[in-house]
Nanobody, 120 residues
Framework: VQLQAFGGGLVQPGGSLRLSCAAS????????MGWFRQAPGKEREFVSS????????YYKGAVKGRFTISRDNGKNTVYLQMNSLKPEDTAIYYC??????????????WGRGTLVTVSS
């Protein structure tokens, strides 16, 4: 399974971005998916995750109410809508497949990441 995250970019504080993560390869079933991020000099941290059918979602406390995770299994794609962005949201964002865990080690597949920069 290959994952490709895209949609990052430069946005002003208070702005919005939507990240997408497209899965390809030998996909026999929808995987639970997660988004993580890693800021310069910091460890990779959990942002959000979603179960295989999109019914159950999880969020890091700092993004709850601002970010929304969703999925379209027909397109093998997971989205992360990010609103009210703050400078502290600046990081490389990674998507991962195989779990809804907050621990990176729980995931089987990782995308290469997309950079989000929040700055005026």
């Amino acid at each position: 399974v290959q994952l490709q995250a895209f949609g990052g970019g430069l946005v002003q504080p208070g702005g919005s971005l939507r990240l997408s993560c497209a899965a390809s390869g030998r996909i026999f079933r929808p995987y639970p998916m997660g988004w993580f991020r890693q800021a310069p000099g910091k460890e990779r941290e959990f942002v959000s995750s979603i179960n295989w059918n999109g019914i159950t979602t999880y969020y890091k406390g700092a993004v709850k109410g601002r970010f929304t995770i969703s999925r379209d299994n027909g397109k093998n794609t997971v989205y992360l809508q990010m609103n009210s962005l703050k400078p502290e949201d600046t990081a490389i964002y990674y998507c991962a497949a195989g779990s809804v865990s907050e621990a990176p080690g729980g995931y089987d597949y990782w995308g290469r990441g997309t950079l989000v920069t929040v700055s005026s």
